[in-house]
């Protein structure tokens, strides 16, 4: 069996070596243009030119959960795409997102400033009822991150395309977690409009729940993958439905993001601020004004790091059962986007 590597984001070695301890029957190499037909491909970004001289390849694995720039590429009809599925990333994202969700709620931004200044200041608690956190996209990460924000007491909205019941989520909730009445609405009638409430978080799904979604919400996390469908969606009408003091999390991909209509609803006041990871053009540019915003924090697409150990291990385990015709996790419907 053979196996080529083609990421433009990482240094080889490493991962070549991994792969090759993890699958020791295997032929694992670097690809260069020319390079023999392989059976398995693990890339991220490759150039066209990869796919186009790799055509007969059974499999494409991606190290990274999203694969909007892998489907802009012409890949073999027959090769199936597999995504990272978690392999370590989830726990990361949900530190983060909760990280940012606390730190906006808790106003340590403020606190930081008064003890720079040598204030000790109080803050009159804030209510953590007011603070629902919309989580957008209930997938491997975006059920983690929900379930993460529920331990804190936090009440959590989340939204999918696909209606989401308590046996469809990937890990079901721990014993801290409230359990809902199973009176409330939509436990017995799973509509759209009808949010379930799997693990405390309130279920919203399709283009009907979405603005009942939006309007239940004040924090919003971007947690989708980039699709047509998804691309621009958090623009002013959509981020002017969020509560009042609206606060914006984009951890998913910077073209979700209307950059401008974010900065008018910061100036209005209806936004009270922004944590950003990713954005339209990586890295960020120099003169772009979110560097230097007031109301924006910024990290270079960090949120949730591609593992390498996580990573070869579940390849590694995935290559190994797909040898054996066994179906594995994380394959991505190409007409679907994700
Ligand atoms: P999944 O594919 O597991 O989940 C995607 C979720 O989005 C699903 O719940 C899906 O709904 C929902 N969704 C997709 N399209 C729509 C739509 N049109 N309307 C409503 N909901 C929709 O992805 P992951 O959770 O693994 O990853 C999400 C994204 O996070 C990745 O695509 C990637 O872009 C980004 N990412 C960012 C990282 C970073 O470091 N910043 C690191 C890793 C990932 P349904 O459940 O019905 O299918
Ligand atoms: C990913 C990413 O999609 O790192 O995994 O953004």
Not at 23 to 30: E, M, N, R
């Amino acid at each position: 069996m053979n196996i080529t590597f083609c990421c433009t984001n990482t240094a080889p070695e490493p991962w070549l070596q991994g792969l090759r301890a993890a699958l020791p029957g295997a032929d694992v190499s670097l690809w260069e243009p020319g390079a023999v037909p392989a059976d398995y491909a693990v890339v991220w970004a490759p150039p066209q030119q990869f796919f186009d001289e790799q055509g007969q390849l059974k499999a494409v694995f991606n190290i990274g959960a999203g694969v909007d720039a892998l489907l802009k590429l012409r890949l073999p009809p027959q090769a199936l795409i597999v995504r990272l599925d978690d392999a370590g990333m989830s726990v990361q994202m949900a530190e983060y997102v909760c990280h940012a969700v606390i730190r906006h709620f808790r106003e340590f931004d403020a606190y930081e400033a008064d003890t720079r200044d040598g204030k000790w200041s109080f803050r009159k608690p804030q209510e953590r009822a007011d603070f629902p956190v919309g989580v957008m996209g209930l997938g491997v990460l975006g059920q983690r991150v929900a379930r993460a924000l529920a331990q804190f007491d936090f009440p959590v909205n989340g939204w999918s395309r696909s209606h989401k019941k308590p046996g469809d989520w990937v890990t079901e909730c721990s014993a801290q977690v409230k359990e809902e009445p199973a009176t409330r609405a939509g436990d017995t009638e799973q509509t759209a409009r009808s949010p379930s409430h799997p693990n405390g978080v309130m279920c919203f799904s399709g283009a009907e729940g979405f603005k009942d979604f939006l309007a239940a919400s004040r924090v919003l996390v971007c947690l989708l993958p980039l699709t047509p469908d998804t691309r621009d969606i958090m623009n002013h009408d959509h981020l002017s439905r969020l509560r009042s003091g609206g606060y914006v999390i984009n951890v998913a991909r910077g073209a979700h993001l209307v950059e401008e209509d974010l900065l008018t609803l910061l100036d209005s006041g209806h936004l009270s601020g922004a944590t950003l990871d990713v954005f339209r053009t990586e890295p960020l540019p120099a003169e772009h004004s979110f560097w230097k915003h007031p109301k924006i924090t910024i990290t270079p697409h960090t949120s949730a790091r591609t593992l390498r150990s996580e990573s070869i291990a579940q390849i590694a385990g995935k290559i190994a059962a797909l040898q054996r015709g066994e179906p594995v996790a994380g394959m991505v419907d190409p007409r679907r986007g994700y």
